[in-house]
């Protein structure tokens, strides 16, 4: 297929899986191109016309040609570049990679990837916090997350694809989605008792197999395996942690259980000051899943030669 066939695909399946539903993703859409079209003729060189149709900041073509054919791809959950100068050798050796696949974003998806954590106020408000109240408290962690990245050199992996002109394609929220959506539908589904009970779903599941193998499997970080779980909420998707208040609110709205890839230790402290059962089920090992899952979505269409890197492991599921 072609690299702009696969990014659309890809998007997709994003989007099919995003927590807000479809309403409010056309909502979204809508609102930016009311934004596109009021701009002055002068701004619109500046405006992001991938929003139009691609609600995730942090996923976007970073070079390439979109007709250029691909069926081999190097896919990573960090690919930088150093693993641009991977491809490029394998590419000598014969290897015939036709694109780099990074589940973290990389040049212009890396500079403002903070946006797509304002999903986080719909998905908290799923789980019974208020619109008002979440909204409130992620507009400050926003702003917190954009200061940290101004200074960031976010081309330079973007600059080496370009020097050695390697496709270079970024997915990262539509991959979070799919591995917050089949984890949150396993719980729901499940209904597991006991921490031991959620700690043995998600031990079952061959990424986190394979994370354990290597001393990287989940673990309990607040709470004992005999421990009732209550309500389980699968915070796996939104750009990166939101405000540490945010841990309240969800014990307030009855939640027992945070399933996590990662937590800040003042979100830790936060949630265990509100009694929450904290599981972190692993970073690598879950965007590994949802990379695996996304993957799935595209193969459907079109069937792809992945050669494994930089702690992604290729897992198919069955059609």
Known sequence: MKLQEFYEL??????????RGKAALEQELQEAKKAYEELKPEDKAFFDTERLSNPYTDSRILHGDPDREVRKILAGIDMEAPELLLAD??????EGIDLVLSHHPEGRAYANFYEVMKMQADILHRFGVPINVAESLLAGRMKDVERRLLPANHTRSVDAARLLDIPFLCLHTPADNMVARHLQALFDGDSPRRLKDVMKLIKDIPEYREAAKNNAGPRILLGSEDQRAGKVFVDMTGGTEGAKEGMEKLSQAGVGTIIAMHVSDDHRKEAEKHHLHVVIAGHISSDTLGFNLLLDAVEKRHPLEVVESSGFKRFRRAS
């Not at 890809?10 to 927590?19: H, L, R, S, T, V």
């Open 89 to 94: 050798r394998l590419n000598q050796k014969g």
């Open 10 to 19: 890809a998007i997709q399946a994003g989007m099919e899986a995003d927590p």
